[in-house]
């Protein structure tokens, strides 16, 4: 299986630059050299984002380990700063599996350039409460019919709380949304349903440490 997403991996960055097999030798040295070229225009132009995907492109065909892992963690520090997240995660997966025992691998794996913690919004539950949409959390005026203790709740919207409704000749027929109960059967009574939150996935957000982030992509440029 992961062999198989690095095989995609390897395909999406090799759009547009397909050797020929008979040279793949010959390309693996000259991709080493491009890698260094290709970091030496990076330190005076480190937010651009193309000499990102060179190098990213270039990394998948080195086959020296230092050379390679730090390119691949320049890659993955550098796509992190310019928020694609979706970049990084791709050099940090060839990272984690091409060049595993690598010094670069270690260093990320021991920097928590991501930290997780639980949404502000939805405390961790993944759930927000919103208006009930059948009462809209209005409690109806008191009419002097409802049962005593019902006076708080939140009554059925269809029947203003009375449990039924004027039916042919005037004759009252139970109420066909709360079927009598008299009190908004969406939220119970309380005004207010529970909706998935709208800012989290799981209960958890993702922050990244730029300024840590920025400090390990600078170290790696320079080394
Ligand atoms: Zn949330
Ligand atoms: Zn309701
Ligand atoms: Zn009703």
Same mark, same amino acid.
């Given at each position: 299986m992961q062999k198989f997403i690095v095989l995609i991996l390897a395909g999406f960055w090799a759009v547009g630059g397909s050797m020929d097999a008979s040279f793949a030798g010959e390309a693996a040295k000259d991709s080493a050299g491009s890698v260094d070229a290709i970091i030496a225009k990076l330190r005076t132009s480190p937010s651009d984002a193309s000499?990102?995907? /060179? #190098? $990213?492109?270039?990394?998948?065909?080195?086959?020296?380990?230092?050379?390679?892992?730090? /390119? #691949? $963690?320049?890659?993955?520090?550098?796509?992190m700063l310019l928020n694609r997240a979706d970049m990084a995660e791709k050099a940090k997966r060839v990272l984690d599996k091409d060049c595993a025992m690598s010094d670069y691998k270690h260093i990320l794996d021991t920097n928590d350039v991501v930290v997780v913690g639980n949404c502000e919004k939805c405390n961790?539950?993944?759930k927000i409460d919103d208006v009930c949409p059948d009462c809209r959390g209005v409690v109806p005026k008191w009419t002097g019919d409802v049962a005593p203790n019902m006076q708080n709740a939140t009554q059925c919207s269809a029947c203003q709380g009375?449990?039924?409704?004027?039916?042919?000749?005037?004759?009252?027929?139970?109420?066909?949304?709360?079927?009598?109960?008299?009190?908004?059967?969406k939220c119970n009574g309380t005004g207010k349903i529970s909706i998935a939150c709208k800012i989290c996935k799981e209960g958890k957000t993702r922050n990244v440490n730029s300024l840590k982030l920025r400090t390990l992509y600078n170290g790696f440029l320079q080394e």
């Open positions: 000499l990102l995907d /060179a #190098l $990213a492109k270039a990394a998948l065909s080195v086959q020296k380990e230092d050379v390679k892992s730090r /390119a #691949l $963690a320049i890659c993955y520090t550098g796509y961790g539950t993944t009375r449990g039924s409704k004027p039916g042919v000749g005037g004759k009252p027929i139970q109420c066909a949304k709360c079927r009598g109960m008299r009190i908004c059967t």
